[in-house]
T-cell receptor, first 111, second 114 residues
Framework: SQQGEEDPQALSIQEGENATMNCSYK?????LQWYRQNSGRGLVHLIL?????REKHSGRLRVTLDTSKKSSSLLITASRAADTASYFC???????????FGKGNQVVVIP | EPEVTQTPSHQVTQMGQEVILRCVPI?????FYWYRQILGQKVEFLVS??????SEKSEIFDDQFSVERPDGSNFTLKIRSTKLEDSAMYFC???WGGGKNIQYFGAGTRLSVL
């Protein structure tokens, strides 16, 4: 089944730096979404990018989608300590609504 | 802001016992989901529910699992006879379905099967 795969798995950066995470998938998708999970908490939706879109912005977040390479990236600019969390990409296929999650990237922002 | 609530936050049970995990989705949402996350692994889809019936289920969702929306506000996941490997964080999610395709997740129930 379709699943996202993030790379790298863990990232440690200084506050103010940018953090970039990548995600790849295997088949055609309807959309791709990024979620954040703080330790021991639920998943919080960050941004959705549709298959016909190439780039989206939301505040300090920038997501790109390359359907020819079947990959997406999430960029967090000017990171803050509060951005420390795990970030997951999830794909949605045409015809259903199930989210297929990747393994997640753990991001630690050092104050 | 409306949110999905799940109870209990932590459930401990003996192997072979039945458990019911409860969720209150966001009130005007029409689609409901259960996912689970075994410690250190991916979040996995279990089941989706729409119009009072299961619309899709994964291979994980076998005969030991069932879902119900008994009263128009709660959405429950029942595991009939728990196994050690059912130990995981279980997340409920709901979605309006009017085109935004965004699922809102609860904080999860940690199920520990001993």
């Amino acid at each position: 089944s379709q699943q996202g795969e993030e790379d790298p798995q863990a990232l440690s950066i200084q506050e103010g730096e940018n953090a970039t995470m990548n995600c790849s998938y295997k088949t055609s998708i309807n959309n791709l979404q990024w979620y954040r999970q703080n330790s021991g908490r639920g998943l919080v939706h960050l941004i959705l990018i549709r298959s016909n879109e190439r780039e989206k912005h939301s505040g300090r977040l920038r997501v790109t989608l390359d359907t020819s390479k079947k990959s997406s990236s999430l960029l967090i600019t000017a990171s803050r300590a509060a951005d420390t969390a795990s970030y997951f990409c999830a794909t949605v296929l045409y015809g259903n609504n199930r989210l297929a999650f990747g393994k997640g990237n753990q991001v630690v922002v050092i104050p | 802001e409306p949110e999905v609530t799940q109870t209990p936050s932590h459930q401990v049970t003996q192997m072979g016992q039945e458990v019911i995990l409860r969720c209150v989705p966001i009130s005007n949402h029409l689609y409901f989901y259960w996912y689970r996350q075994i410690l250190g692994q991916k979040v996995e889809f279990l089941v989706s529910f729409y119009n009072n019936e299961i619309s899709e289920k994964s291979e994980i969702f076998d005969d030991q699992f069932s879902v119900e929306r008994p009263d128009g506000s709660n959405f429950t996941l029942k595991i009939r006879s728990t196994k050690l490997e059912d130990s995981a964080m279980y997340f409920c999610a709901s979605m309006w379905g009017g085109g935004k395709n965004i699922q809102y997740f609860g904080a999860g129930t940690r199920l520990s099967v001993l």
